[in-house]
């Protein structure tokens, strides 16, 4: 659940402040009344009241032996005002964030507390020294109140108490365990009243008390700490006392030092004993009343509660919520989540922002501010602006979508926007209403710049920058001349300076002010100028936000590099693969491999890093980094089981896509009653003068004639094509290079083969291509498969792995999830496109020991574009471009008959690429061992 701590924090902050977006409204419009020289005087000294009140922590810590820096903790300070205010548990969240950011820095929690508990008391001692002073100011005016008497007595008994406490655990310990005690039993008594009877843990009254001795020791053995603590608290006091007295003169209110201590007093006291949060609401309210109380004017009293409260506590407190995120409380994982949700609210907001836009150009301006603003601006400037905002809103809501992709182009453009949308708001209409919420966001986008880093195309920016330049001087010459030389089409005659100014009206207002054509061509003319910048306005934008464009696989150093890497720590069936032409490698820092390549917006790698096992960890990490900067999705392809943790600590989906068997050849054999069919069809295939021989390489010419035959026999059977990536392809050089088991016939003609791939750190030779003729004998395959078991074994080999058996056993489980029993289905029914299950049945007759192989992805929305690329991967071609041209191909084949003289073509099954069929389906039972 703390992974979710921060979005969570987050959402409740945009609550927050649209609960109280009446009293931040108040506060801009209050703030412009003020004399701003004091108002930012008052801002110093409210960060120097924060300041102080870090500083009280840091020596109260230090008091502890929990040292700390005093940047971190001036963090945590205002990062407490904010998680005090959204989770409202007495000021124990603020408590929860120094001890948790005290551990995390290797330190004791119980120490934490207890430094907390002295800069508790010497915060609060020094302000009782202020309250008694306002309190006697208060008696002595004849304005003291009962609650404000009921307040203090609170606040002084509590301190009173904490006092007592200490002085217990420094001279009478005994008894200080008796009173926790004491009220450990109370309390849960009367928890039991209402069923709740273990309020208060078992060992709650012991640990209290132990913490409360340890403390009042080592104050002892230390005092100057309490008092350099108490002197820090007081100095903060009189900087927020001094904070206070700045506001009243911003606002030309005289006020005696009397009534400011006694005002500041008031108003600390309720900020303190309030059972609201940081006093949301009842110091709001309660602060006028007494300033009022105190002879202040009812005007001046809301003006100066309203200004201090937004500079000592709403400012703070959204301050607060951007130091968040930098605490130690998170983990890497969690700072990840956290930074998701950052980008998610940047994302939403541009989207509303774009939505205001287009509702307040269409909505008419408040009739008061258009007469003013008329005493400004023209009117054209007024309705261009208008329009201005609207296509504002558009961009706004393209760039959202930009911005989620984490765009670092898009980000400076969304800024871009949001400032000519501001400047617009105000001149269409003085709405600065809509222009605020711009410029808010505008300062949020700022906060959060660090999460917008991926990168667009270097050559694709340049060719859209080009495109701009040239778009917008072939635009403006377009449009010059075509008023200059068609001006007859028009109501006016046009000068070349006239011609000129129309142009560039029309693209800096998209309004044109007394433009009136008076023929078709000319309202044509006009129009196509439109149509011309927004058709090469629209292409640069979308070369501005193409991802990183991969355009060469890896340098000769790299790949050296990473060879080094593989073969050193390479230990699954695809780290050969993984050298193969068309990867690219990324390295980490800790010196692993990520062989990948890039379709689309995915970068899809080959299998698990290699590497060392533990910087598995971290390689994950900073390749998603790497992925997120280029503006690419992330996805693995056939991963492991023992390496899912770390995908999904890395906030990575996962799906079971099938089984890799491994045959372990010390205990294969074709003995028992179930291999009877297998042993039948070798020794009938062995009488015919069938027999299986291993070509070693380098392959002589002539023999690599007869594989390329069968290959292209297979493939024009199957009617399919060279798969890649993930496995080898016939290629000459390849193949030639290979050893290559190989059946030959009666008459020593080739009618099968297969080639194999030796393992780096495995003892296991695994099997890449199987194909033959489209005529072969029952139990072919099984003579070419039993062969390389027989040869793998006597060569010294301790499995053979028979490759991934795609869809096997995924979904069986109830409690698999819906996607991947979706998959189940297809697996046991849809055979007429390719058959799953009769190539698992195949290689399930030499009984291998089956393992779960998994692709791993960004989320469930991101599956369709990871599963095209992953198509165009494999296939090296483009399924949506190959499918439409399949398409036509056939309808234009295709004769034109009538639809009643048409028959049905029954299409035959489309096999596995790795499985052996027989021609007819009673053969190809038959080959598989399954009659």
Known sequence: MRRWLFPLLTLTAVWVVFARMAEIENLSHTFALGDWRWLLAGLVLQVLYYGGLAASYHAALAAVDVPGRLRDIFAVALAGVYVNTVAPVGGAANAALFVDDAARRGHSRTRAAMGLLVQMVADYGAFCFLLLIGLFVLLQMGSLRWYE??????????IGGMTVALTLGLW???????????????????????????????DWSERNADEFIETSHRLVAQPSHLLRTVLISLAAHIANLASLYAVFVAFHQPVSLQILIAGYAMTMLFWIVSPTSNGVGIVDGLMPVMLVSMGIPSVSAAI??????GIGFWLPMLIGFVLLRRLRIFSQTEHNVAGEGAIGIAVLATALMGIVNLVSGALPAARERMQLLMQILPLEAQRGSRLTSVLAGFALLLLAQALWRRKRVAWWLTQAVLLYSLAAHLVKGLDFEEASLAGLLVLYLWTQRSHFQALSDPPSIWQGI???????????????FGFYVLDRHFSQQFSLNAATRQTFVMFAEFFDPGLQPITGFGRYFADSIYLIGVTTFGYAFMLLLRPVLLRTTSTPATRARAQKVIEQFGHSSLARFTLFPGKTHWLSPGGSVVAYTVRGRVALALGDPIGPSQDVAETVTGFLAFCRRNDWQTAFYQTAE???EVYRA??????????????????????????????????KLGRMGYRAVMHRPPLPLSLLVQLRAISDEWLAMMRGRELRFSMGRFDDAYVQDSLVMAVHGPDDSLVAFANLVPEYQRNEVAVDLMRRQAKVENGTMDL??????????????????????????VGDAENDPALERGLHYIYEHINQFYNFKGLHEFKEKYRPDWSPRYLIFPGYASLPAVGLALQSAMTGENFVLDSMKEYWAVRRSQPQHKAADTKPVEKPDAPSADMPLAVDEEKRRVDMGTQ
């Open 149 to 158: 008497i009921a307040a203090s007595l609170a606040l002084l008994l509590y």
């Open 304 to 309: 100066v509660s309203l200004t201090y409260r």
């Open 784 to 809: 070419l498969f039993v062969s390389l078991f027989e040869w793998a074994r006597e060569t010294g080999y301790d499995t053979f792995n028979l490759g991934l058996s795609a869809l096997s056993g």
């Open 642 to 644: 023992d390496t899912l």
């Open 466 to 480: 080009r495109t701009l330049v040239v778009a917008g001087l072939f635009t403006l010459a377009y449009g010059v």
């Open 172 to 202: 009478r310990p005994d008894w200080l365990h008796s009173v926790f005690v004491y009220i450990q039993r109370g309390t849960n008594a009367v928890g039991g009243w209402f069923r709740h009877p273990s309020l208060l843990a078992e």
């Open 650 to 683: 890395a906030g990575l989906a996962s799906l079971c896509i099938g089984h890799e068997g491994v045959v372990d050849l010390h205990t294969f054999s074709l003995g028992g009653g179930s291999n009877k069919t297998i042993r039948a069809n070798i020794n």
